[in-house]
C-alpha cells in the first residue's frame, strides 16, 4: 500500500513539475513570451514552500495529507543558477523499532511510537530561526548599493563566457558613465527593491540577485507585455518585490554577501551593471537622494566607470543638512592614504554655496568609498532642498576641475506610496456633549472614501482621493492636515487645502511644494485628509500611511470597498488593489477601517457576474480568510478566461462576515492591467470548444462571445486590431463588428516623421530623449490595451462610436504618461447658424462655401481630387451627389476617383463613382494570361532592366493577386 501511495506522489509531483514549465505546447517556441521563472520557491500543488522547508504531501481529496510521504524543498545547482526543487521520500522505513510493548500510533503520524517519544522521523522538524520576525526586520533594513562601470564583477554566462559590466565602448561614448543606484526594505519576509537608473540608460529588462560567486538566486523580469506602471513611468524609478526571501538568502542579506544586477538587450548586445547590497545607518533618515556622474569637463578616461549617490537627511526643528556620499573613481594613481576631498551643495541658478566640507579618505578603494558631512544651514536653503534646487558634488581637492562627480538632489529613491481608507472617524473616549453630538451625525452619514499620493521625481506631491455618496450642498472642504486627537480633543494643523480640485467626487492634482517639516510628517505616517462640511468639522477622515511600492499597489489604481448595508456603522470602508504578475498571480492588498472587533473571521471573495439580473449565474471563489484591517496574499489559479473578464466591469470584490456570511464591503473591480500571456489567445483556425472537446456553432455559444471576425470569436465589448490590415480597429458591440481606419493626427510644425514600419502614423522624431540605438527595448505608453512609441500621436479609440476626432493622445517622451486633451475649434468666419460638420464624426463646424457665379467658374475652383470648393454641400447632395465618410469629401454625381488608404495611399487599383448618390468601388480585373508564370517572370524582368516606370495597369496585373480565401493546401496520403 505504501509503494503504491509512493508511486502515486511521483505521478502527482511529475504532473506539477510539466504543468508548471510547459504553459503551452512543448513544440512551439515563443521568445517574446519567455520570462525568467520562479527558482527560490517549490511548488507543490497549489501550495509554495521556502527553500529549506519540510512537509508532508497533501494530495487532496479523496488522500489527504500522507504522513509517510515527506517532502523537502532543497537547492540545486543549474549551471550558474540556483533552483529550488521538490524532493520527496517514504519514511515508513525509516520508523525506528519501538522500545516498550504497547506502541501507539497517534493522529498525524506515520510510525508507530511509545508514549512521549519526539525522536521519530515523521515529525517535521524546521531549523529554529536565529531571530524572532521582529527582531530579525529589525536588523534587516538600510540596504543600498551603487551600481557602476568599478563596481561590476565579473558574471559567467550559461555557456562558460564571462559578462562583464557595461563594454568599454558603451562607457566611453559619453562623458557621462551609465550610473544606478538602488534602496532595499525588507518587510515581512519580502526584499522590496528600488532604483534609480542615469539618464542615457532606459529601463533594463532584468533584475538579478547573486552570491559573491556569480550565482543566480533570483531573477525577475522588469519588463512585462500588455502591463504598464503609472508611478514607475513619472517617478523614473524602478521597482518591484523579491517575495519570500528563504533563511538562506537572508542570511547572505545580512551578512552583506549579495550582489544584485541590472541588465539591458539581449545575445551579444546584452549590458549588466552590478553592485553590492551594503548596510549604511543614514538610510534611516534619509529624505532626498542623488545620482552622481562624472561632471562635464572632467577627464573621460581618469573617471571612466565612475560613479556615485548621496543620501541626504534634513531637519527642520534645528536647520541642518546631513549628506552621505558613496562614490568612487575621483583618485589619482598616487592617493595612497589621507586623500582630501571637496563635498559641496550649490544652487546651479543662484550660483549659491549652501554647504562646503573638505573630509579625508583614509584608504581609497577601487569600487566604494564613503564619507559624511553634517552642516547647519537656513531656513531659506532648505526650502531650496525641497524645491529640487539644490546639486551635491564629490571632488578631488588636488585635481576639482578632472576629477569631480555631480547629480541632482531629487526625491529619495525607495518607491513607496501613502495611502488611506476616509471613513466616519469614532469618539476617542470622554463625555463631552459636543462629541456625543457629532458620533451620532455622522453614524448617519454614507460618505466614505479613499486616497493615495506618491512623490514625483520633481519634489512635487501626486495626489488622488475619491469621495463616495458626497453632498455638495454642505459645501465640502478637502484638506490635508496634520496632528492627532490628544485627550478627547483634536489638534489638526491645516497644511493645504485640496477643495479647488474636488470635482464629482474626484480630486486629482499636485502639490508643488513641500515644506521640510511638511516632508517628514508624511514619512513618517502623520498626514492626514479631512473632510469638514459647514455642519461637520471632520464628516470624514483617513490617516495617509506610508507603503513600499510593488506588486498590488504598482497598479493603475485602487478601488473603494464600499459597505453594502445602510445600517452599518458609518466607519466601516476599505480600499483594494490588485495587479497580476508575468507568472500570471493575482495580487491583492486590502485595508479596512472600522470594523470591529479585531480578531473578527472574515472571508475576501472575487465574484464573477456576467448579467446583473435577478437569478443570474453567479461565479465566487475564496481568495483567503483573514482577519484584523490589512490583508496581503496572492493566489495562483485564476484562469486565462477570467483574467479576459476583469476589464468588462462583471467582476467584484468582496469582504464578508464568516459567522452571518453576509457581504459586509463590496466594489467593482475596474482597470486591472493583465499581461498579454495570460489572456486567451487563439490562433487565426481555433474556434472556442466545450468541455468535452466539441466543438461549438454560433448558436450554442455563451453571451460573451458573440462576435466573430477573420476566423475568430471576440467577446462582447472586446477591441482588436484587423490582422488583415494594421490600420484597422475593430469593436464588438451587441454582436456586430464595426471598423475604422486608423486617423492621423497633424503633426507639429516643429516635427518631421514619417510611419515607422509596422506603424501607422508618423512620429514626432524631433526628440532630446531619443531612444538608444544598443537596446531591443521600445519605451512606450500602454492606453486600453494598445502600444503606442514614446513620442506618437493618436486619436483615442472609444467604442462603439470609433475614433474621438475631437481629442489627440500623446505618448510623452520623458514621463511615458499618456495625455489625451481636446481640440480647439478656430473662430468661425461666418454666422454660427450656417455653419455645418463636413462629417457626422467631424469635430469644429465649418463654414458654407461661397456659391459659384457659373457652371465655368465652378469648374476652374474645382479640386483635382474632385471636391467643389465653391457650391452648397446641400445642393451637391440633392443633384445625386456622395457623401464619401471615409475622407468626409463631398463628390458631384458621375464623378470618378481613387480610394486611399491611410497605410498605402492612394489605391490606383481600386476606382470608384458616385452614381446618383451611392458609392460603388471595383477593383481592375487582370487577364489570366497576366498571372502566369511567363508572364510574371517577363514582366519582373522588365521592371529590372527599364528605367521607365510601368504603367498603372501593369502595377495591378504585376503582382498576380488572386483570391485565396478558399485555397486550402494539398497533402498527399
Keep these: 500500500m505504501a509503494q503504491t501511495v509512493f508511486l502515486l506522489v511521483e505521478m502527482f509531483l511529475i504532473f506539477c513539475c510539466v504543468t508548471s514549465a510547459r504553459k503551452q505546447s512543448p513544440l512551439i ?26 512537509w508532508f504531501a497533501d494530495l487532496g481529496p479523496p488522500f489527504g495529507v500522507m504522513y509517510c510521504i515527506k517532502c523537502e524543498c532543497i537547492p540545486i545547482q543549474k549551471k550558474r543558477r540556483i533552483v529550488a526543487r521538490v524532493q520527496c521520500r517514504n519514511i515508513k522505513n525509516e520508523c525506528p523499532k519501538p522500545s516498550c510493548d504497547e506502541p501507539v500510533l497517534y493522529s498525524g503520524r506515520c510510525c508507530k511510537v511509545c508514549p512521549d517519544d519526539q525522536n521519530s522521523p515523521d515529525v517535521v522538524q524546521d531549523t529554529t530561526p536565529i531571530l524572532t520576525p521582529e527582531e530579525e526586520e529589525k536588523n534587516m533594513k538600510h540596504f543600498a548599493t551603487l551600481l557602476t562601470g568599478r563596481t561590476s564583477s565579473v558574471l559567467r554566462r550559461d555557456e562558460g563566457s564571462p559578462s562583464v559590466g557595461l563594454q568599454p565602448s558603451i562607457l566611453q561614448q559619453s562623458n557621462n558613465n551609465r550610473v544606478a543606484t538602488g534602496r532595499f526594505t525588507f518587510h515581512r519576509k519580502n526584499l522590496y527593491y528600488s532604483f534609480y537608473v542615469s539618464e542615457p540608460l532606459q529601463r533594463p529588462r532584468a533584475l538579478q540577485f547573486s552570491d559573491h560567486e556569480g550565482n543566480i538566486l533570483e531573477e525577475q523580469a522588469l519588463i512585462v507585455a500588455g502591463v504598464t506602471s503609472v508611478y514607475q513611468n513619472v517617478t523614473g524609478k524602478v521597482c518591484g518585490v523579491w517575495r519570500r526571501v528563504s533563511r538562506v538568502y537572508r542570511r547572505l ?21 552590478s553592485g553590492q547590497v551594503a548596510r549604511y545607518r543614514s538610510l534611516s533618515k534619509e529624505l532626498f537622494s542623488s545620482l552622481m556622474q562624472p561632471a562635464p569637463g572632467t577627464d573621460s578616461l581618469a573617471m571612466s566607470g565612475a560613479g556615485g549617490t548621496a543620501i541626504v537627511t534634513a531637519t527642520s526643528s534645528t536647520p541642518s543638512i546631513h549628506i552621505s556620499v558613496v562614490f568612487n573613481g575621483i583618485f589619482s594613481p598616487d592617493d595612497v592614504a589621507d586623500v582630501p576631498v571637496i563635498v559641496r551643495l550649490e544652487s546651479q541658478e543662484k550660483q549659491q554655496v549652501v554647504l562646503e566640507e573638505e573630509r579625508k579618505v583614509q584608504k581609497p578603494a577601487h569600487e566604494l568609498n564613503v564619507v559624511e558631512v553634517l552642516s547647519v544651514v537656513t531656513s531659506a536653503e532648505l526650502r531650496l532642498l525641497t524645491r529640487g534646487k539644490l546639486v551635491v558634488s564629490i571632488s578631488s581637492k588636488k585635481k576639482p576641475t578632472e576629477l569631480r562627480l555631480e547629480g541632482k538632489v531629487i526625491t529619495r ?62 459645501s465640502p472642504m478637502l484638506v490635508l492636515v496634520s496632528g492627532h486627537r490628544s485627550g478627547g480633543r483634536r489638534s489638526m494643523v491645516e497644511l493645504e487645502d485640496l477643495t479647488p480640485s474636488l470635482v464629482s467626487g474626484w480630486a486629482n492634482g499636485t502639490i508643488d511644494r513641500m515644506s521640510p517639516r511638511e516632508l517628514e510628517q508624511l514619512y513618517a505616517g502623520e498626514l492626514s485628509l479631512n473632510v469638514a462640511t459647514r455642519t461637520e468639522p471632520s464628516l470624514v477622515r483617513g490617516r495617509l500611511a506610508p507603503r513600499p511600492m510593488a506588486d498590488a499597489r504598482d497598479s493603475r489604481s485602487p478601488v473603494l470597498l464600499k459597505r453594502q448595508n445602510v445600517t452599518a456603522p458609518a466607519t466601516m470602508a476599505g480600499m483594494a488593489w490588485l495587479a497580476v504578475d508575468s507568472d500570471c498571480s493575482l495580487h491583492y492588498e486590502v485595508v479596512l477601517s472600522g470594523l470591529t472587533p479585531e480578531d473578527r473571521s472574515l472571508e475576501l471573495y472575487l465574484k464573477e457576474l456576467p448579467f446583473i439580473a435577478p437569478g443570474a449565474p453567479v461565479s465566487r471563489r475564496l481568495l483567503e480568510e483573514f482577519k484584523g484591517s490589512h490583508l496581503e496574499g496572492f493566489v495562483m489559479s485564476v484562469t486565462q478566461t477570467e483574467f479576459s473578464r476583469f476589464d468588462s466591469d462583471v467582476c467584484f470584490l468582496e469582504v464578508q462576515d464568516q459567522a452571518t456570511g453576509s457581504v459586509l464591503l463590496k466594489a467593482r473591480l475596474k482597470q486591472v492591467a493583465v499581461p498579454l500571456t495570460c489572456l486567451p489567445n487563439y490562433s487565426d483556425n481555433d474556434v472556442p470548444v466545450s468541455s468535452n472537446g466539441v466543438m461549438l456553432g454560433a448558436s450554442t455559444l455563451t453571451e460573451a462571445t458573440t462576435c466573430f471576425h477573420e476566423i475568430r470569436f471576440y467577446e462582447e465589448g472586446a477591441q482588436w486590431t484587423s490582422k488583415i490590415d494594421p ?171 481613387h480610394p486611399r488608404v491611410h497605410s498605402h495611399g492612394e489605391v490606383k487599383c481600386v476606382k470608384c463613382r458616385c452614381k446618383d448618390g451611392t458609392i460603388k468601388c471595383e477593383r481592375k480585373r487582370c487577364l489570366r494570361s497576366s498571372c502566369s508564370p511567363v508572364t510574371s517572370s517577363f514582366i519582373s524582368s522588365r521592371r529590372r532592366n527599364s528605367s521607365q516606370s510601368t504603367s498603372n495597369s501593369d502595377e495591378c496585373c504585376s503582382q498576380c493577386r488572386r483570391n485565396r480565401r478558399h485555397h486550402r493546401p494539398a497533402y498527399n496520403s
Excluded at 458620533?439 to 463616495?468: C, P
Aim: hydrophobic share 25%; aromatic share 6%.
Design 29 to 54: 517556441s515563443d521568445e517574446s513570451v519567455r520570462r525568467p521563472g520562479k527558482s527560490t520557491e517549490c511548488q507543490f500543488g497549489k501550495s509554495l514552500h521556502e527553500m529549506g522547508s519540510t
Design 253 to 273: 542579506l545580512r551578512e552583506e554577501k549579495m550582489f544584485v544586477s541590472l541588465l539591458w538587450g539581449s545575445g551579444d548586445q546584452e549590458h549588466v551593471l
Design 413 to 474: 529613491a525607495t518607491c513607496e506610496i501613502f495611502q488611506g481608507v476616509l471613513a466616519s472617524s469614532d469618539s476617542d473616549g470622554g463625555n463631552d456633549e459636543d462629541e456625543d453630538i457629532e458620533k451620532a451625525l455622522s453614524a448617519q452619514t454614507l460618505t466614505s472614501g479613499m486616497a493615495w499620493m506618491y512623490m514625483s521625481r520633481d519634489g512635487s506631491l501626486v495626489y488622488s482621493v475619491q469621495l463616495d455618496e458626497l453632498s455638495l450642498q454642505d
Design 727 to 897: 490600420c484597422t480597429m475593430c469593436n464588438c458591440h451587441h454582436g456586430r463588428v464595426k471598423c475604422d481606419t486608423v486617423p492621423c493626427p497633424p503633426l507639429p510644425l516643429t516635427c518631421t516623421g514619417k510611419p515607422a514600419p509596422g506603424e501607422c502614423c508618423p512620429t514626432c522624431t524631433n526628440s532630446s530623449a531619443s531612444q538608444e540605438s544598443n537596446t531591443s527595448v521600445t519605451r512606450g505608453c500602454y492606453l486600453a490595451g494598445q502600444f503606442y512609441p514614446a513620442g506618437s500621436s493618436w486619436h483615442p479609440y472609444l467604442p462603439p462610436s470609433g475614433f474621438d476626432l475631437c481629442a489627440v493622445c500623446t505618448c510623452d517622451v520623458n514621463t511615458l504618461e499618456v495625455q489625451c486633451p481636446r481640440m480647439q475649434c478656430p473662430p468661425l468666419t461666418c454666422n454660427e447658424h450656417d455653419a455645418f460638420r463636413p462629417d457626422k464624426k467631424a469635430c469644429c463646424k465649418q463654414c458654407p462655401p461661397v456659391p459659384p457665379e457659373d457652371s465655368q467658374l465652378a469648374k476652374d475652383q474645382q479640386n483635382p481630387n474632385g471636391t467643389v470648393l465653391h457650391q452648397s454641400v446641400d445642393d451637391i447632395l440633392a443633384n445625386g451627389g456622395c457623401n464619401y465618410f471615409a475622407t468626409g469629401e463631398v463628390f458631384e454625381n458621375g464623378h470618378e476617383w
